[in-house]
């Protein structure tokens, strides 16, 4: 089952915040995160391994919770190459294959 | 370091042709690899992937099948293209332990006419 991301599209100001969410219907033994640039493949920015853990890239980190079942993607002072589509891909166990949610189209305007 | 390629960037190919992708990976042993398809403002489908030579895992039916010859080559075939073939590929790889990240190739974007 594939997990669910909200918003699937989301419009910012250079220097606005932006939360990305990823929900799973089953417990997640971990969570990816990749953003694909228009036209280009998707490039890894972090995975998170267990429930509670944060992670941070630059001015973009993430959340693990794993009682809800949710991962989220905090994207700080947003700059315009930000823009792109974000996947989370969810692993349900160890040795399971990735499963990629639907996107989240973001767009960061001067 | 480790490196993915995977030719051609873009082919147009008219119903019926058989096709030919290729992917390689360089600097690691053992990889997984992964087939993934991607239509126009859509998310990843996952295709194949394969955990050793001649270890190939279907997730979709459908008139595509993969090889991996060679422990670093992965090869994406069809004998009769359909128009509903028609998308973005993109190969992956990674690291065979635990969950660990993926990483793209270029990709292909077919056409089929």
């Known amino acids: 089952q594939q997990p669910v991301q909200s918003p699937q599209a989301v419009i910012l100001r250079e220097g606005e915040d932006a939360v990305i969410n990823c929900s799973s219907s089953?417990?997640?033994?971990?969570v990816h995160w990749y953003r694909q640039k228009h036209g280009e493949a998707p490039v890894f920015l972090m995975i998170?391994?267990?429930?509670?853990e944060q992670k941070g890239h630059e001015k973009i980190s993430a959340s693990f919770n794993e009682k809800k079942q949710q991962s989220s993607l905090y994207l700080t002072a947003s700059q315009l190459s930000y823009s792109g589509t974000y996947f989370c891909?969810?692993?349900?166990?160890?040795?399971?294959?990735?499963?990629f949610g639907g996107g989240t189209r973001l767009m960061v305007k001067p | 370091s480790q490196t993915i390629h995977q030719w051609p960037a873009t082919l147009v190919q008219p119903v019926g042709s058989p096709l030919s992708l290729e992917c390689t990976v360089e600097g690691t042993s053992n990889p997984n690899l992964y087939w993934y398809r991607q239509a126009a403002g859509r998310g990843l489908q996952l295709l194949f992937y394969?955990?050793?030579?001649?270890?190939i895992s279907s997730e979709v039916p459908q008139n595509l099948s993969a090889s991996r010859p060679q422990d670093r080559q992965f090869i994406l075939s069809s004998k009769k293209l359909l128009l509903s073939d028609s998308g973005f590929y993109l190969c992956?790889?990674?690291?065979?332990?635990?969950?660990?990240?993926?990483?793209f190739g270029d990709g292909t974007r077919l056409s089929i006419l």
């Open positions: 394969s955990i050793g030579i001649d270890q």
């Open positions: 891909g969810t692993v349900w166990n160890a040795g399971n294959m990735l499963t």
């Open positions: 992956a790889w990674s690291p065979r332990s635990g969950s660990s990240p993926q990483h």
């Open positions: 089953k417990a997640l033994y971990s």
């Open positions: 998170l391994l267990k429930g509670g």
